[in-house]
């Protein structure tokens, strides 16, 4: 009965994974959503935003070009699952890398934006919140790369064929889950 | 030493030894170079380096580590982490066979009860006269520490003990969907639990099981110890519930639609499904209180924006859940128990499993009743009284399916029906008491007296413990293949409730003479009162030994028990006791509800699809 392992997916271990993929990004959702409770909570108590005169918000320009390159990457990790299901087996491997390195350098540029910003974490409810919120998603995104990284190393084996790639679906779930969560927090957080 | 070097409990230890270093050294370093480093940084990361540790030791990752670097499965490991009939050392290893899982949570259950069965006979023995025997710090960590472990029991006993074992077999699969998620799930806990049992090492924590800020933002690292040993078991149930949700969605036999299945089954889908929507809420909320604490963050402090009132709603966002993730699953063995008892159609069976489901979605809407005299919102508190008192619609039929079936039924007084009796009875005090917890008026004078002390035992003993030993006496013979000894099941039930009843019901009086909560001491005048509940509480724990030489004894050297000694209809009673290790040889087709007694031909309905171990 075991899914990962095993030499052929069936259509059976391929809906029970999916199925499994699907349910714990539901729980994903609601662990954001309470760090987003938190966020519009104390947002909505304090008087002013960022509460405190001397903080100031990031700048937009690069953290919207920031979002263009995760919702790209979405792109291109869809268009791999496409190949792969067309039994593309290199086109798969072009759009995985590409998603690999979209999703690479957008933790680069939020690090570096990290670096850049005015204030930190224990900046009252405003760093708190901030900081919190992108860098568990951050978390979640690193989480995503490394599971690339590792469908990278069984395409590279010629493990990932287009009678198997349950995983690369799953995988694209959750890379998609990540992105729409970097939406809502774009247009909270740094816009709104 | 050939045990070194094969994945075990013991690399699992010595891992979670490296890993604890390996966390935890960097922050030491630090903090020698000047850093500005508390020991609660160093706690944080070492644990987290000791569960990689242990559960890299014990070969609990070496499945997905092999599929990760792409080699090949190996089918004799695999397995072997399966194991095969009559080996013993499945239970002390990493084995995916949800039969091993549910019994190694079962007796981890078990022995978290006694020990904090145990912390609650020190509570009493400073609570028999007034004046004081211990220092408030022991006695808050005591009293915390017995929350929260009964806490742990109440929410895996049932669902991953009799869950795990059970599920499979009712639907008629050979495992659970994901066997290796299911041990993870396991595993995860040990490092946890000892955690949390060894906090007082860590200067105790004085909060009680609900950790309000700011409190527990200013106590010390036992408090941060049980915010760990939180997180982990809410990521251990939250892999798990998607496990079962997954093993009911697609692994049922052939002929089991949704309107067969066992209403147990019925019962863990919502807990798991409340499991899994609740969880990560609690765990979001548990982590902003850690960085409040390790990294300055604001999130519950008022004195830099923050607001210690949304920490408890994060918190009863889940833990009101919980409560029905505690009940749902007892009201679900107590279903299973009656009919096969009274040997009559459960009734009312559809709409029972839609009172669960009401039940799971009305459980989301009533957090906030805990939260009458915190200070939140005013015009929050009519709509949430509304909502916790239609609770007890869904809840009251769930009732009446149990008495409907027990009316005019041939009833069989065997140990396992003794248990539902004492339940319905407790369940009845536990509910209407809830009642004036629920009303806002009630509420405001209850509000942290003994009453809810009384309230909550009665719901969580007398509900989850009570639907936990008649499910346990009822599956008993199946698990072990052995008979449990009737006489001494009779006297465990009798003095059990006896001692139970004698304890707690006295205390809805004591609250309402103001005695509070969570305090060691109280006025003179309500000693009587106190040291009659005292000697009536170590009663329990007496009685408890009972059923421990009961259970130890049967299965040691008990009568052997037939495949179906009470003649039931459901999957699991259909193959041998205990089952063989692939449950069924061949998986079965069914062909009719698991409650058909008298009504369609007597004796099992369900048609194996070939030979079985009958
Ligand atoms: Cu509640």
């Known amino acids: 009965m075991a899914t990962l392992g095993h030499a052929v997916d069936t259509a059976a271990e391929r809906r029970m994974l999916l199925l499994g993929v699907r349910l714990f990004i539901l729980s994903e959702v609601m662990l954001f959503g309470a760090f987003f409770t938190a966020y519009f909570v104390l947002r909505a108590q304090a008087p002013a935003w960022p509460p405190l005169p001397d903080l100031e918000r990031p700048e937009l320009p690069l953290v919207g070009f920031n979002t263009l390159l995760l919702l790209s990457s979405s792109v291109t990790m869809q268009w791999a699952v496409t190949r792969i299901g067309r039994g593309d087996a290199a086109g798969f491997k072009r759009g995985l890398l590409a998603t690999l390195m979209l999703g690479t350098v957008f933790l680069a540029i939020q690090g570096y934006e990290f670096a850049s910003n005015g204030f930190g974490i224990s900046d009252g409810v405003f760093g708190s919140t901030f900081y919190t919120l992108t860098s568990f998603h951050g978390a979640h995104v690193l989480g995503g790369l490394l599971l690339m990284g590792v469908l990278a190393n069984r395409a590279r084996l010629g493990l990932v064929t287009r009678e198997h790639h349950t995983a690369v679906e799953g995988v694209s779930y959750y890379w998609h889950f990540v992105d729409v969560v970097w939406v809502v927090l774009f247009l909270t957080v740094y816009v709104l | ?614």
Do not use: C
């Open chain 2, 1 to 614: 030493m050939d045990r070194w070097r094969r994945p075990g409990l013991a690399r699992g230890v010595l891992g979670g030894v490296a890993g604890f270093a390996v966390g935890a050294l960097p922050i030491v370093a630090a903090a020698q170079l000047g850093a500005d480093i508390k020991p609660g940084h160093g706690l944080a990361l070492g644990y987290i380096g000791a569960q990689v540790g242990w559960l890299l030791g014990l070969g609990a990752l070496r499945f997905w580590t092999a599929w990760a670097l792409g080699r090949a499965a190996d089918p004799v490991d695999q397995a072997a982490a399966h194991g095969r009939a009559g080996d013993w050392t499945r239970y002390f290893r990493f084995t995916t066979d949800h039969k091993v899982i549910g019994l190694q949570y079962l007796i981890t259950s078990f022995v978290l009860f006694l020990t904090a069965g145990l912390l609650a006979m020190v509570l009493r023995l400073e609570l028999a006269q007034p004046g004081r025997l211990m220092d408030g710090d022991t006695y808050n960590t005591v009293m915390s520490t017995h929350g929260i472990v009964m806490i742990v029991v109440a929410l895996i006993a049932i669902v991953g003990g009799l869950g795990n074992y059970f599920v499979p077999l009712m639907i008629g699969a050979r495992d659970m969907a994901f066997p290796k998620v299911n041990a993870l799930s396991y595993w995860l806990l040990p490092p946890a639990l000892l955690l949390i049992v060894a906090n007082p090492l860590l200067g105790g924590f004085d909060t009680g099981w609900t950790a309000y800020p700011p409190l527990s933002q200013q106590a010390n690292l036992g408090q941060q110890a049980f915010i760990l040993t939180f997180i982990t078991l809410g990521v251990s149930s939250i892999i798990s519930a998607v496990n079962f949700l997954v093993t009911v969605a697609r692994m049922r036999a052939p002929g089991m639609s949704l309107t067969r299945m066992p209403i147990f089954v019925w019962a863990l889908t919502v807990t798991t499904s409340i499991v899994l929507v609740a969880t990560s809420v609690v765990a979001a909320g548990m982590t902003m209180l850690l960085f409040d604490r390790l990294l300055g963050t604001a999130f519950f402090r008022p004195s830099a924006g923050g607001d210690p009132i949304l920490f408890q709603h994060l918190f009863w966002f889940y833990s009101h859940p919980a409560v029905y993730v505690m009940a749902v699953p007892a009201f679900g063995a107590v279903l299973e128990v009656v009919p096969v008892f009274a040997r009559k159609p459960l009734f009312a069976y559809r709409l029972a499993v839609l009172s669960f489901i009401g039940i799971g979605v009305l459980s989301f809407m009533v957090w906030a009743h805990h939260m009458f005299v915190s200070g939140m919102a005013d015009y929050f508190h009519i709509p949430i009284m509304i909502t916790t008192e239609l609770i007890s619609v869904p809840t009251g039929i769930v009732f009446l399916s149990a008495l409907g079936t027990i009316w005019l039924g041939r009833i069989r007084f065997a140990t396992p029906m003794l248990w539902v009796f004492g339940f319905l009875w407790n369940f009845v005090i536990g509910g209407i008491t809830g009642v004036f917890l629920a009303d806002v008026p009630t509420d405001l004078a209850l509000s942290d007296t003994y009453f809810v002390v009384a309230h909550f035992h009665y719901t969580i003993v007398g509900g989850m413990v009570y639907g936990l030993f008649a499910g346990t006496y009822y599956w008993f013979p199946k698990i072990t293949g052995r008979l449990m000894d009737e006489r001494l099941g009779r006297a465990h039930f009798w003095w059990f409730t006896l001692a139970f009843n004698a304890t707690f019901l006295p205390m809805f009086w004591l609250g309402l003479q103001g005695m509070r909560r969570r305090v060691a001491d109280y006025p003179a005048d309500l000693a009587d009162v106190n040291l009659w509940t005292s000697v009536a509480s170590s009663t329990i724990a007496l009685s408890t030994l009972v059923f421990l030489v009961n259970a130890i004894r049967s299965w040691a050297r008990g009568p052997k028990a037939s495949a179906n000694p009470w003649r039931a209809h459901t999957l699991e009673w259909q193959v041998a006791s205990p089952p063989p290790v692939e449950n069924f040889e061949h998986l079965p087709t069914v062909t009719a509800g698991p409650y058909e007694y008298g009504v369609s031909a007597s004796g099992p309905v369900i048609r194996p699809g070939g030979a079985t171990g009958h």
